[in-house]
């Protein structure tokens, strides 16, 4: 059995926050685990591109994440709601751009 390779090979440092106190409010609190995956994914990638926003589809991030589109959704509505992502459109129909918001850093 062959180890398969990670896509990159930079290392991103998470924040205590989000593994200390975020992890147990979304998953144990608000009961929406894929929240968490979601919000960890997207900051993975904010990272690793300088914070900027991530420009991706709910499809793109259920292939990414192994999520189904709905739960995504979900996710990206309850990470919306607790303002750690803010997403915008060009125009109705555009791939959307999440931005990911760490307020717990001044």
Not at 8 to 34: E, G, I, N
């Amino acid at each position: 059995m062959t180890a398969l390779m990670p896509r990159s090979r930079t290392t991103v440092p998470v924040d205590d926050y989000v593994l200390d106190v975020l992890m147990r409010d979304l998953v144990a609190h608000d009961q929406q685990p894929s929240a968490f995956l979601v919000y960890l994914f997207l900051f993975g990638r904010a990272a690793r591109q300088r914070w900027r926003p991530i420009v991706m589809s709910l499809r793109m991030i259920a292939e990414e994440t192994g999520l189904s589109k709905s739960a995504v959704q979900t996710a990206l509505d309850t990470l919306r709601y607790r303002e750690l992502i803010v997403t915008k459109r060009a125009h109705a129909t555009a791939v959307p751009a999440h931005r990911v918001l760490r307020h717990w850093i001044s």
